[in-house]
């Protein structure tokens, strides 16, 4: 069963009454669709989904359980999807326009849901929630039909009058996970490039932010077409349901723990998945640095929807000297930030929920409280927090810390960084502070992350002309734009060849012969460039 977030959500088929445009919007209205015609063993199988209606259609073919409760909904889905309806540049571009309309006429509703949810500052919401997607879609709006073109390639002598190319397939049904800390943006940006690569998808947003799982649930059914796309609000024991069906894409947003029990679930389904995970994502600090520069950009990206950011600086690794140097300075950046009482301040947001802030809090046992330190436990707040002399065994170096925790680790030099960095797991980002580019450039040689940012932090999100993702225990694949499309897209390797010239074929067909094999040689052979033959 769906959970119930206090209101009954909009069932995935339902129609809604589409909103109208607001004024100057650059989405044009999304025309009534037509209704689905089915080829009419499909339109059974749609018209038979339902709870309940699992035993009705388990089987390879729509990908559903017997007897699960999502066992319809997967079906609807995969019917529409091998209708073809979502395949046309024009249908998959109206779909994208209105998620755009959707974000200008819900803007004043998602700053309050994060409000609520979390108190987010609205400058904070409006950047990562709102603007960092529309650059998103406009971005994916003004690329899709070059995106979505055959791709022609090289061909050999044997292929060189037919044609070779790649051909941009949607996957079919699509599952998107999205996480609490950014849950318009993690929920929008990879749905833009599902729909944009045309698939259909089942999105569940997450149940710990309440007010925007209850926003998206409700509202973006009435934007998009109900027969292709579908919002399911659920907890662990329904998203463990879900995840029974056959999906033929997942994308996950959340902790390594959770990914490897997505991964295990699509495993038994051979289903490919994208894992957006995290990790301690160290901040190198040299000793030639413009140390308030520094303290300015680290404390920024530290406190930051009060450092539930799974691409902020987790801990700093520097010289006891620079330590010294950065103390005061952070002090001073943080006192301009939010006030020298961060508690009253409007800018600094809180911790999610209760669980998440007793883990949080239990992390200050960690090294000395140089900066900050105070709680309270009825707002879920915890002051943007610098410790000092942190011990690589300390409680705060054993977890992603997802809070306003900065530790720092002192270390003598940068191959001791370096070395630090390399004997653990590979983070979803490294950072590294330097005014000699030869340190930045030597630190990005010889490490392994999922992104890399030199002399700041968190804005290599912000372009979306790079991929994001992480390696190893931060994650599998990447995404943004383009990268985003291609993840949902498979690149399908076609060869569509002359039916004639049956005599360049005889070479490769029995009996065979030596002379046979010496042409066949010449026809396919790839010589390496610089190398030529002695006669």
């Given at each position: 069963?769906?959970r119930?977030?206090?209101q009954e ?8 009454a ?7 919007s650059?989405?044009?209205?999304l ?17 038979g ?10 089987g ?17 889905l995969r ?9 046309p540049?024009?249908?998959r ?7 755009g ?13 994060t ?15 709102i ?18 073109k055959?791709?022609h390639?090289?061909k ?8 070779a ?62 027969d292709?796309?579908a ?10 349901k ?6 033929d894409?997942?994308?996950?947003t ?5 990914g490897?029990?997505?991964?295990t679930a ?25 140390v ?9 990206g ?13 801990y ?5 000297e ?26 600094f947001?809180?911790i ?26 009825q707002?879920r ?14 409680p705060?170096?054993q ?16 191959d ?11 983070p ?13 450039k ?11 940012c030199?002399?700041?932090v ?13 390696i190893?225990?931060s994650?599998l694949g990447?995404?943004?734009s ?6 949902f ?8 060849r002359?039916?004639g ?15 046979k ?10 010589k390496r460039?610089?190398?030529c033959?002695l006669?």
């Amino acid at each position: 069963m769906l959970r119930d977030s206090g209101q009954e959500p909009a069932e995935p088929g339902r129609r809604c009454a589409l909103p109208r445009p607001s004024a100057g919007s650059p989405f044009p209205p999304l025309g009534m669709q037509q209704p689905l015609e089915l080829p009419e063993q499909q339109l059974a199988l749609a018209k038979g989904a339902g709870p309940g209606a699992g035993d009705r259609m388990g089987g390879a073919d729509s990908g559903a359980v017997s007897g699960n409760p999502y066992a319809g909904l997967v079906s609807r889905l995969r019917a529409a999807w091998l209708s073809g309806k979502t395949r046309p540049v024009e249908y998959r571009v109206a779909q994208l326009e209105a998620l755009g309309r959707f974000l200008e006429e819900k803007q004043q509703d998602i700053l309050e849901a994060t409000a609520l949810d979390m108190r987010k500052p609205s400058f904070e919401a409006y950047f990562s929630e709102i603007l960092l997607c529309k650059n998103e879609l406009n971005n994916t709006l003004n690329n899709l039909s070059h995106w979505m073109k055959d791709e022609h390639v090289e061909k050999n002598l044997v292929t060189q009058l037919d044609s070779a190319f790649i051909r941009k397939d949607p996957y079919g049904v699509v599952l998107i996970i999205a996480p609490w800390n950014y849950p318009i943006h993690l929920f929008f940006v990879p749905l833009i490039g599902a729909i944009a690569a045309g698939n259909c998808v089942i999105v569940k947003p997450s149940e710990t932010t309440k007010n925007i799982e209850r926003l998206v649930a409700e509202a973006l059914p009435c934007y998009l077409d109900n027969d292709c796309f579908a919002v399911v609000t659920a907890g662990v024991e329904e998203t463990t349901k879900l995840l029974e069906n056959k999906f033929d894409y997942i994308f996950f947003t959340g902790s390594p723990s959770v990914g490897r029990i997505i991964m295990t679930a699509a495993a038994k389904h051979l289903t490919p998945v994208t894992l957006e995970l995290g990790g301690k994502n160290p901040c190198y600090v040299s000793d030639t640095c413009e140390v308030h520069n520094v303290a300015r950009r680290v404390a920024w990206g530290r406190f930051f929807n009060a450092g539930q950011t799974c691409v902020a600086p987790d801990y700093v690794l520097c010289s006891v000297e620079m330590q010294d140097k950065l103390m005061p300075a952070l002090r001073e950046a943080i006192t301009e930030f939010y006030s020298p009482n961060p508690q009253e301040s409007p800018d600094f947001a809180r911790i999610v929920g209760d669980k998440q802030f007793q883990r949080v809090r239990a992390l200050l046992s960690s090294g000395r409280v140089a900066i900050g330190g105070q709680t309270d436990e009825q707002e879920r707040y915890v002051a943007p927090t610098v410790l000092a002399d942190v011990q690589p065994s300390d409680p705060a170096m054993q977890e992603e810390i997802f809070g306003p925790i900065l530790p720092i680790v002192v270390v003598s030099s940068m191959d001791e960084a370096i070395d630090f960095i390399n004997a653990r797991p590979p983070p979803l980002v490294l950072y590294v502070f330097s005014c000699d580019s030869k340190v930045v450039k030597e630190v990005l040689e010889r490490t392994s992350s999922g992104g890399f940012c030199g002399n700041d932090v968190l804005m290599h999100v912000t372009l979306t002309s790079l991929p994001f993702g992480g390696i190893g225990n931060s994650g599998l694949g990447k995404y943004h734009s383009r990268f985003t499309f291609d993840t949902f897209t498979h690149h399908r390797g076609c060869l569509h060849r002359n039916m004639g010239l049956e005599a360049i074929n005889a070479l490769r067909y029995p009996p065979y012969n030596q002379q046979k094999l010496g042409l066949l040689t010449a026809a396919f052979e790839i010589k390496r460039k610089g190398m030529c033959t002695l006669l």
